[in-house]
């Protein structure tokens, strides 16, 4: 899967580099067909300027725009809105999750991650339910499934680090998996009825397309530099120059190539794929639940969910910096698939697509004040639709009234250093191997 980038930064100016997919993400193509947003053409002058029209990016421009009404806004996306990164994830979105351990210190630290979590969700389900916004929301349960004696001792602990939330879950041996989801391939799981699925791209689409009057989106507006100008910014695009007072820069994994986190992000590429639509003796093959998603034992492991009646969806893989070849996506989603449902074959992968993260060394995001008047959230490390959103949320509040956010901060941590490159790839590629080898079967 290719992937064509701008030129890396030139002094003075900072110029970004972002990907551009040569293959479309399928949640975007199963969508009925969408105008984009004009392009930004000319001089223009905004009181805030958003870099990226994904969770993170229209968390904050809507929020500025309700708690700062008069503000001229403008929020502009490289690609069309859908086809980023957060139209291709795998779109599960959970309110609440079960503690990393069981210490007393663990259990208050995911109590408290909840309270931002739940924020989050509570804020979008009342964006579906004002705006009309259709994406397939359903709650689902969620599934975490173990392939291997690793997997199943992390299991173990969330069902018991679960219980000591007060959060209801169930242990599945192999046969209650495979009555739930049609496979035998996992040896346990651990389900909690706390889990809810939607279609994301049909999810920032709606988002997007509903935000306040104040607020201008320019589609297919890459950010090519961005440079002090007096006391605020300009950036410039192939057609527009616009200056802003206050920026944020929400691009998550484009953000080193505009100078800043170069030490504290790496960007990644992961990978997804779509069946072809089955026929109802084989979707009879996906067991008993109508909708269900199952997330890995291993953090390198493979996502499945049923996607509609007749479709399944697969995740897995992950390349450091470049994207793989679609040839091998397709190759190793395909066996990934077949693995878990041997009796399906004959089924192939109709959408293949590919999307890039931002990951941090600690798992904790980038938040906050970058220089004067520039802002940004970033390393949501692949759970950004919730966290995004509240991290973009907040970060507007912080911006138009002043709000402290020290809790939010002694909660979620701040990303700590990376070691540059060579390293950095050096040693993704040592710690990716290590960590396949541990996933085994998770894969």
Request: charged share 25%; hydrophobic share 40%; with cysteine.
């Amino acid at each position: 899967m290719r992937a064509l980038l701008l030129p890396s930064k030139i002094d003075p100016m900072r110029k970004a580099s972002f990907p551009i997919y040569a293959d479309p993400c399928g949640w975007n193509v199963m969508l009925p067909p969408r105008t984009p947003k004009p392009r930004a053409t000319g001089d223009i002058s905004v009181r805030y300027a958003i870099v990226g029209a994904g969770f993170t990016g229209v968390a904050a421009a809507r929020r500025l725009a309700e708690l700062d009404p008069s503000a001229e806004i403008a929020v502009l996306e490289g690609l069309s809105v859908g086809e980023g990164s957060s139209g291709r994830n795998s779109g599960f979105a959970n309110p609440r999750d079960s503690a990393n351990g069981l210490s007393p210190d663990d259990v208050r630290r995911a109590e408290a991650l909840n309270r931002f979590t739940g924020e989050g969700f509570a804020w979008l389900e009342k964006l579906m339910a004002e705006h009309g916004i259709s994406c397939d929301l359903e709650r689902t349960g969620r599934i975490t499934g173990a392939a291997t004696e690793v997997g199943e001792a992390k299991v173990r602990g969330m069902v018991e680090g679960a219980r000591k939330l007060g959060v209801p879950c169930d242990f599945l041996d192999t046969d209650g998996i495979e009555r739930r989801i049609g496979t035998r391939y996992y040896r346990c799981a651990h389900f909690t009825e706390d889990g809810y699925l939607l279609q994301p791209a049909a999810l920032i689409r709606g988002l997007a397309d509903s935000l306040p009057a104040n607020v201008r989106l320019h589609e297919e507006t890459a950010v090519t530099g961005l440079e002090r100008s007096g006391d605020g910014w300009l950036l410039r695009t192939p057609e527009a120059r616009i200056s802003a007072r206050t920026v944020i820069l929400a691009a998550n994994p484009a953000l080193p190539s505009f100078g800043y986190l170069g030490d504290r992000l790496v960007t990644i590429y992961t990978y997804a794929a779509i069946t072809e639509a089955m026929s109802a003796g084989d979707a009879a093959h996906l067991g008993a639940m109508s909708n269900w998603g199952l997330l890995p034992g291993h953090r390198l492991g493979t996502t499945v969910r049923r996607v509609g009646k007749d479709r399944l969806m697969v995740r897995s893989l992950y390349s450091h910096g470049r994207p793989l070849a679609s040839e091998e996506v397709r190759a190793a989603l395909t066996s990934c698939f077949h693995r878990r449902y041997p009796m399906l074959s004959h089924v192939r992968l109709e959408h293949v697509w590919g999307g890039t993260t931002a990951l941090t060394m600690n798992g904790s995001p980038w938040w906050g004040k970058l220089d004067d008047t520039l802002y940004t959230s970033a390393g949501c490390n692949g759970s950004g639709l919730v966290k995004g959103t509240v991290l973009g949320k907040r970060l507007a509040e912080t911006l138009a009234r002043g709000d402290r956010q020290d809790d939010l901060q002694q909660v979620y941590g701040r990303a700590n250093w990376v070691a540059p490159e060579p390293f950095r790839s050096i040693g993704f590629h040592v710690v990716s191997a290590i960590q396949r080898r541990k996933a085994g079967a998770e894969m």
